[in-house]
């Protein structure tokens, strides 16, 4: 029989998966969810139906032209970075730029730095180039913020090619410095790395700013931006994302991204053009009411005794259950009918902490938030 390859057979199966499985049971309330619980805007609704059929065709692969003339337009007023639209590659998703950006930028054996824990598809998308991931820790006592000087040691001067970032962080919720990120830029200028910026939650900040760190002195030629329509538009289903990058590693992405999918949806794409040109309210109102969210489940987290830094950004709780998370994970789904995410899905830093998702209604928060402390007490 033919065999399935080692590099699938290594990776790691995913407890969320699992754990999605038995949320069948409509007793269950789900804090896992890693999508916006909101209606796409309605302007973009009605925008859908009017180009329903005339978007049946492949878009060149690096994106339609008008929206990545918007995307650089956006980038410049927002985020401040200075992208032309040859730097802009457009894919079915955030995550698959920054697989095909990895491609190009990774050779068998070398390394790629990861924040520990961090979003639980940077080490497969690693790992699945035969690359090596290596942890950078970072801690609930320092609010989760990355720490350049531990960076540092976990640089092997031949071997490290990029160090990937995301802030706002899943699933702590932290909002990196200015100073971090500027030490952090210090470092792969002076070692010549990509700097990977996830920057998936980036309108999705309480009270902090955020700051894109290829918008920084020096960064032109080694940062390279992965930002998505999916969490600011509640855009998840149309699978649209993109990356920003220096013109050499961006020609090679769109090269490779003729093998892949060809081009991202090109119906996503249009609709992509005209999220861009929403005014801001409806990404606000969505903020404004994860706040909301943010500030009742921290409070009852921490009344419950477990113990939760208040995340700065993104739609997520890390809280410390203080003993083995994936048994109280799946206890608490047996026992209490709640759904979270062990946060050792994140990395070996996400041992004894749950990942409780707030892109939830706040009734059934509460609900939630009865039933845990019931089940904790």
């Known amino acids: 029989m033919p065999h399935i390859a080692e590099r699938e057979l290594e990776l790691p199966d995913a407890i969320i998966g699992k754990l999605i499985s038995?949320?069948?049971?409509?007793?269950?309330i789900s804090l896992g969810a890693g999508e916006p619980d909101f209606d796409l805007p309605k302007p973009l609704v009605a925008y859908l139906k009017r180009i329903a059929n005339k978007t049946n065709k492949y878009s060149p692969p690096g994106g339609i032209p008008e929206l990545k003339i918007a995307i650089a337009k956006k980038l410049r007023k927002e985020n401040r970075i200075h992208a032309e639209p040859e730097n802009i590659v457009v894919t079915g998703g955030s995550q698959e730029a920054l697989l095909l950006?990895?491609?190009c930028a990774l050779d068998v054996g070398e390394q790629a730095i990861v924040p520990?824990?961090?979003?639980?598809?940077?080490?497969?998308t690693v790992e699945l180039l035969s690359a090596a991931p290596v942890f950078a820790d970072t801690a609930a006592s320092t609010g989760w913020e990355l720490d350049?000087?531990?960076v540092r040691r976990r640089i092997d001067k031949k071997k490290t090619?990029?160090?990937?970032?995301?802030?706002?962080?899943?699933?702590t919720g932290n909002v990196l410095k200015r100073k971090t990120l500027e030490e952090l830029a210090d470092i792969a200028v002076d070692n010549d790395l990509y700097m990977f910026s996830d920057e998936a939650y980036e309108k999705i900040i309480y009270g902090k700013k955020h700051v894109s760190i290829a918008s920084l002195n020096g960064m032109e030629r080694y940062a390279v931006t992965f930002q998505t329509f999916s969490k600011s538009y509640a855009m998840c289903g149309f699978r649209l994302g993109y990356c920003a990058a220096p013109p050499k590693l961006a020609a090679a992405i769109t090269k490779i991204h003729v093998y892949t999918?060809?081009?991202a949806p090109t119906v996503s794409q249009m609709l992509g053009i005209k999220a861009l040109s929403l005014p801001e309210k409806y990404t606000s109102a969505m903020v404004t009411e994860y706040r909301k969210r943010r500030d009742y489940i921290v409070k009852r987290l921490n009344e419950t005794g477990l113990r939760t830094v208040k995340p700065e950004g993104a739609f997520y709780a890390f809280a410390h259950v203080g003993k083995d998370d994936r048994r109280f994970a799946f206890d608490l789904l047996k026992k209490a009918h709640v759904a979270?995410?062990?946060?050792?899905?994140?990395?070996?830093?996400?041992?004894?902490?749950?990942?409780?998702?707030?892109a939830t209604k706040l009734p059934l928060i509460k609900q939630a938030m009865d039933r845990m402390e019931r089940f904790v007490r």
Not at 22 to 28: E, S
Not at 116 to 124: T, V
Request: charged residues 15%.
């Open 22 to 28: 038995l949320l069948h049971d409509k007793r269950v």
């Open 101 to 103: 950006a990895a491609a």
């Open 116 to 124: 520990n824990p961090s979003f639980l598809a940077y080490l497969p």
């Open 148 to 150: 350049p000087d531990e």
């Open 161 to 171: 090619k990029v160090l990937i970032i995301n802030t706002p962080g899943n699933p």
């Open 261 to 263: 999918s060809i081009c």
């Open 340 to 358: 979270v995410v062990p946060g050792s899905e994140f990395g070996t830093a996400g041992k004894g902490y749950i990942r409780l998702s707030f």
